[in-house]
């Protein structure tokens, strides 16, 4: 059975680290597709972190032992390994469609599926403050797409199709999470990241086009670099933050990546003169995205207001989810 560490100030500490990264990434991964497919581009990102991931734990002697004995952790670590390999290439396919604002607003469905699963596989509840949480995020997503409903409705268009991709990449997310969170019961957070990034290296090497990268330019090496360094940064964080900060708490400060995002699209431009121009968003999208974003962290922060039992919110949040079942 995991439970927290308890040291909330570096738990916070973490998910903002995480925050930070996820919500530079899409700007990145945006360019860098003009060069390379999303499968070629997550392949090197999990085979570079993986790398370096696995020189650390093998230097600080703490290398997992292979293979899993239990057929139960076997099954986990394929839902996290699926999980999060599905979760990378389904979110670069969305970004491919849409644009870094779009897919991080559409990427609070993530927690929210998080939560969802919760209830489904270890009998959690909503609280009403997530139920209002999860309202907010239903208003908010039409205001968010108010001046482009008929794209957004319309599956056969190009926001369609990017937003169901990443309906379905929120998914997959949420099974990696949960998978993850039961697994840190035996393994570490860097442990389980270094088998599922492994994992993943033969997983997606049929797909993968890796003769790309000599064809990429100075800057589109430089995005790749960062993408790949962002992957190891980012979720490493995530995963360590569980180990020291209960879930609900991680995921409302995860929550605010969306916000960094239009910051670091739209502040440029105020900035410099010369910069790119920005995403258009009307004051009545930006209003929309901040809903979802209220949404998505009331729902996080309401969780431990969900839990029964042990009346310690940091054990009573991590039991639910390295319960055995």
Not at 16 to 33: N, R, V
Not at 100 to 109: H, K, L, S, V, Y
């Amino acid at each position: 059975m995991h439970a927290t560490s308890g040291n909330w100030q570096r738990g916070f500490a973490l998910a903002l680290t995480t925050a930070l990264c996820w919500g530079l990434l899409p700007i990145a991964l945006k360019q860098l597709l003009d060069g390379m497919d999303a499968i070629t581009v997550t392949w090197y990102r999990l085979a570079t972190a993986g790398l370096a991931l696995g020189l650390y734990l093998a230097c600080a002697r703490r290398l997992p032992r292979w293979p899993l004995t239990s057929a139960k952790n076997l099954r986990l670590y394929g839902v996290a390994l699926l999980g999060l390999a599905g979760n990378y290439v389904l979110y670069l396919v969305s970004l491919d469609y849409t644009t870094p604002t779009i897919a991080q607003i559409m990427g609070q469905i993530s927690p929210i599926m998080l939560l969802f699963g919760g209830m489904v596989f270890f009998g959690e509840r909503f609280a009403r403050i997530q139920w209002l949480g999860f309202l907010c995020l239903v208003i908010g997503l039409p205001i968010f797409f108010h001046d482009r409903l008929a794209q957004f409705l319309a599956l056969d268009s190009r926001l369609g199709l990017g937003v169901i991709t990443m309906f379905c990449a929120s998914t997959v997310w949420a099974a990696y999470a949960l998978a993850q969170k039961q697994l840190l019961a035996k393994y570490s957070s860097a442990q389980v990241l270094f088998m599922v990034y492994t994992g993943s290296i033969p997983l997606l090497l049929p797909w993968s086009h890796l003769s790309k990268l000599i064809e990429l330019d100075v800057n589109q090496l430089g995005l790749l670099a960062f993408c790949c360094a962002n992957t190891l940064v980012g979720y490493g964080c995530f995963a360590e933050a569980l180990d020291h900060w209960e879930v609900s708490r991680v995921g409302a400060v995860v929550s605010i990546a969306p916000l960094i995002t239009i910051a670091a699209v739209q502040l440029p431009a105020l900035v410099w003169p010369g910069a790119p121009a920005p995403e258009p968003l009307t004051p009545l999208s930006l209003f929309g995205a901040c809903l979802v974003v209220t949404g998505s962290m009331t729902c996080a922060l309401g969780a431990a207001e969900s839990m029964t039992g042990t009346t310690d919110p940091n054990v009573r949040q991590d039991e639910s989810y390295a319960r055995e079942s």
